[in-house]
């Protein structure tokens, strides 16, 4: 049994693409668009590594837009 997760496994190359830009600005955006095709006609993930892109999306902060009513939703739910 490996002790590497699904992404690394099957797609090594593109888990140290996202190691590298991981803290970047535009992080979530990148593993947003690795998630929804853009281009259209793709096949996509199998669902084991989608799972992986999507916990990795759920770490990551939000951008926050000047009109992004959802985000700002979520920031008053932090509110003690």
């Not at 888990?15 to 947003?32: S, T, Y």
Request: negative net charge; contains cysteine; charged residues 25%.
């Amino acid at each position: 049994m490996s002790d590497l997760s699904p992404l690394e496994e099957h797609f090594p190359r593109l888990a140290l693409e996202i190691v590298a830009f991981w803290r970047a600005p535009a992080c979530f955006d990148q593993l947003q668009a690795l998630l929804v095709d853009g281009r259209g006609g793709r096949q996509g993930f199998p669902m084991d590594v989608y799972s992986d892109l999507s916990l990795l999306l759920t770490l990551v902060p939000r951008p926050k837009g000047p009109y992004d009513i959802w985000n700002d939703a979520l920031d008053v739910d932090k509110t003690p």
